[in-house]
Each structure stands twice: as structure tokens, then as C-alpha cells.
């Protein structure tokens, strides 16, 4: 009798190599290093691996400006809700990484200041413009469409979990990590715009900004609002005004509008421009404005920080190019002033 052995172990082989081939062709490939999937994934898709919770040390009392009370936030959940209110979910991780530490270090600074300006008694900052944006899960879950939801809060929880504990310094000391929305092309030197001048905060090129919507802005005031407004009076010869001089970012350093000399920061204050890169011409009874970038223009551009993701650059590059010479460093020791003192 012929030993059938042979025959039966090659058999198994081959069922178990036919049941296995559709496996192997539809597995997706798995990049060694980082454990992640190396299909880059889509907006629109489920984010598989959920981010654990982050461990907050602090509560960030925030006043709530709609309910008109002050809400204990966890730290880690309020930069959370300040991402998602500050910068589009759809922007590149590490765009949203640069964002997540800027805005934590912007609430450390805060907490750390002796006095809380704009706040009002025993909260630590609002949540306007004024400080930071934030909103809550159910406040961003009504601003975004249904299906974008989870997505959204993922990537952000992502970018968030992936800075945790760390803030920027100078000196020691955490900086006051302005940002904005878009450039003109180029930053503003701190004392440009604001009393102070702080070395970190220097002019640096933002070219990619000029594919934001947000780079061009045009706005139409009658003759005698933008009058009114400025406190001036139009010449007969059509003229508008003439810019004296400009910033080393090339905004609208200071103009003179018929004899009245008024800083660009004044016109764009007043007349509520998006930005002091400004120029205007008038047409019959209305001056038409055109501005450049959208924000006050110093520390980190958004659009700024997400071109340079698209390019390749990580969060950490990110932040060295706006913000000069800081270092990115451990929270902790500033963390244990601002619990010592509560």
C-alpha cells in the first residue's frame, strides 16, 4: 500500500494557502516604525485607534460669555476645545500640533500672571478672542456637520496628546505665544504693533499664506463713514490718504489723511479691517479698501503653519521659524507655581 502522507501534508498546504492569498492582498501595509497604518487617512474616515484621555494636572476656569458663569475646565480638554475653536480640524496634525502648544502655552502664562486682565473675578481667562476661542464637545458638535464629528475630535485629541506636558519658553520663562490666521507674507515684529518689543516675537517670511482664502479682503465705506470714523476730512482732489510709512513686515506702518497722521494699527482698529496691510482708492462716494493677510500679525501664522506641514516641515520646525529662539520644555515646574499659589 502506498504511503499517503506525502499527498496529505501538500494537500493541507495548499488549502491553507488558498484561504489565506484574498487575506494577503487586501491587508493593508503597516509601516515597521511607526506600528501605523501607511495609507495616509482621509478626512472623511474614522479615526480606528481612539486617543486615551489625557491626564489633566490643573482646572482652567474659563468664563463662559453665552451662560454668563465661569466653568472649571480640565486643562488637556479646555487646549482641546481651543484647538478645535482656533484652527480648521481639516489642517495637516502637524499644523495642529504647533496650534495645541501655542494655545497651552498661552493658558500657562496666563495662569501664571499675578493679574488676569479682561477676566472677570475668579476665572482664568474667557472664552472670546479676547484670550482664546474655546467651545465645548456639544458646542463644536453643533458647528460641525453630523458625520464630521468624531473625525475632528480625534485628530485634535491627537495633536493635543502629542504636546501634552510640554510649553514653549524663553529664558525660562513660557512666551507669550501670539498667533493669527493669515500673513500678509511676513510676520510683524512685535513693537510694530505693540508697546513692547520681544525678541522672540521677530519678522519672519510666511509665504504660504498666500493661498489661504483669507489672504485678500476687500470692504466698500461711504465718503462720510470713513469721515466719520477716522475723524478726518477728504480733500477735494479725490484723494484718500498717503501712506507715511510701513512696517518691517509691510504693513501700513502710519498715513496721512489730509493733515491727520493716524498709525495703520488706528485705521485697522476703527474701521474693523482684517489687517493693517492695507491700500484704498476712492469711487464716486465710497472708498473701497483692499487688505493683505487677516489678524494682527504676530507670533505664528495658521495658514503659515499648515503650509509649511503640507511641505513636509514638523510641528517642532513649525515653531522654531515663528517664534525665535525658544525652546520647547517641560511643563511641569510651571505647572507646580500656578498649583502653589491656588
Do not use: C
Amino acid at each position: 500500500m502506498r504511503n499517503l502522507k506525502p499527498i496529505i501534508v501538500l494537500t493541507s498546504i495548499l488549502f491553507v494557502m488558498v484561504l489565506m492569498v484574498p487575506t494577503l492582498l487586501v491587508m493593508p501595509f503597516v509601516d515597521k516604525e511607526s506600528g501605523q497604518l501607511a495609507e495616509e487617512l482621509q478626512p472623511n474616515q474614522q479615526i480606528q485607534n481612539q486617543v486615551e484621555p489625557i491626564d489633566s494636572p490643573i482646572d482652567v476656569a474659563v468664563y463662559r460669555h453665552k451662560q454668563e458663569m465661569i466653568e472649571k475646565i480640565p486643562l488637556e480638554d479646555y487646549i482641546v476645545g481651543v484647538v478645535a475653536s482656533e484652527m480648521p480640524a481639516d489642517f495637516e496634525l502637524e499644523a495642529l500640533k504647533a496650534q495645541a502648544l501655542a494655545a497651552r502655552t498661552y493658558i500657562l502664562r496666563q495662569l501664571m500672571a499675578e493679574e488676569k486682565l479682561g477676566t472677570p473675578e475668579g476665572a482664568d481667562v474667557t472664552d472670546t478672542e479676547q484670550h482664546q476661542v474655546y467651545k465645548s464637545p456639544e458646542e463644536l458638535k453643533a458647528a460641525w456637520a453630523a458625520e464630521d464629528f468624531n473625525w475632528k475630535m480625534e485628530k485634535i485629541k491627537q495633536a493635543v496628546a502629542e504636546t501634552a506636558g510640554s510649553v514653549l519658553t524663553y529664558n525660562n520663562a513660557p512666551i507669550d505665544a501670539s498667533y493669527f490666521s493669515t500673513s500678509n507674507g511676513y510676520t510683524e515684529n512685535s513693537e510694530e504693533y505693540w508697546p513692547n518689543e520681544i525678541p522672540y516675537l521677530r519678522s519672519v517670511e510666511s509665504p504660504w499664506d498666500i493661498d489661504s482664502e483669507k489672504y485678500l479682503s476687500q470692504v466698500s465705506l461711504p465718503v462720510q463713514d470713513f469721515q466719520s470714523k477716522l475723524g478726518v476730512t477728504l480733500g477735494s482732489d479725490g484723494s484718500v490718504g498717503k501712506i507715511i510709512s510701513r512696517t518691517t513686515g509691510n504693513r501700513v506702518e502710519a498715513v496721512d489723511i489730509n493733515g491727520k497722521k493716524l498709525s495703520g494699527r488706528e485705521v485697522r482698529d476703527i474701521l474693523k479691517l482684517r489687517s493693517s496691510d492695507f491700500t484704498w482708492e476712492r469711487k464716486g462716494d465710497n472708498i473701497v479698501i483692499t487688505t493683505k493677510g487677516f489678524g494682527h500679525g504676530v507670533g505664528m501664522s495658521q495658514y503659515g503653519a499648515n503650509g509649511m506641514a503640507l511641505e513636509g516641515k514638523n510641528y517642532t520646525q513649525i515653531i522654531s521659524h515663528y517664534y525665535k529662539d525658544v525652546q520647547i520644555a517641560s511643563a511641569d515646574q510651571y505647572l507646580n507655581k500656578v498649583t502653589a499659589k491656588r
